[in-house]
């Protein structure tokens, strides 16, 4: 069990409100973390701005360390995040300690660009295409240990539509939530959406931000 000063924030993708997160977060209380979740305001808000309001609530938060959990957009959120706060001067950095990212397509998402194309369907992706889902995500982790979990099972509405021969979770590509730097990576037998509603996926991220490894 982890000290009682270990939080998580986790931070949801789009279409993700915070109550599709709370399975996710209770499980991660049973591993013995305290936990909390962003609000992702991702159809008004670009990205970069959402990362600034979460900059803002890491940096009032208790305890000597905050580990980060992002889904699908959430992640890149995250990176924002870790981005900014580098630059910050020392004694305004928030005390981050490991990253899981979650499905999320840093490199830029083809469902996305597919959607982005057609003047009908751009509005469901919000404010989410620049710096975000479409391409100039930042994947600089500013030395923060990093797990990157991707899903290998299609299901939900999006898969009968997009169904690219590569690996896939119905939603994001594996290829795409490749990150350069990343201290450990793993696919599981999940979907985009179920994966977060999964025992398996709450159990890998807690070891992971235990022991900064995907351990058995």
């Known amino acids: 069990m982890q000290g009682s000063d270990e939080h998580i924030m986790l931070v949801p993708g789009m279409y993700s409100p915070r109550l599709i997160m709370q399975p996710l977060a209770a499980r991660l209380r049973r591993e013995g973390f305290k936990t909390r979740i962003f609000n992702n305001r991702f159809l008004t808000r670009s990205p970069k701005v959402n990362s600034e309001r979460l900059l803002s609530e890491l940096q009032s938060m208790p305890g000597s360390v905050?580990?980060?959990?992002?889904?699908?957009?959430?992640?890149?959120?995250?990176?924002?995040?870790?981005?900014?706060n580098a630059k910050l001067p020392t004694s305004e950095q928030f005390a981050v300690g490991r990253v899981v990212l979650l499905a999320s397509p840093v490199r830029g998402s083809d469902l996305a660009r597919r959607l982005h194309a057609r003047r009908w369907t751009r509005p469901l992706l919000g404010k989410s295409a620049e710096g975000g889902v479409l391409e100039n995500a930042p994947t600089e982790l500013n030395g923060r240990e990093t797990g990157v979990i991707s899903g290998s099972s299609r299901a939900g509405l999006s898969a009968l539509i997009f169904r690219p021969a590569q690996v896939n979770d119905g939603v994001v590509n594996q290829s795409e939530t490749e990150l350069d730097g990343a201290a450990d990576s793993l696919c599981l037998p999940q979907s985009h959406a179920l994966m977060l509603f999964s025992s398996l996926t709450a159990h890998k991220a807690a070891q992971f931000l235990m022991h900064g490894r995907f351990v058995d």
């Open 66 to 84: 905050v580990h980060l959990l992002g889904h699908s957009l959430g992640g890149i959120v995250i990176l924002h995040a870790l981005d900014a």
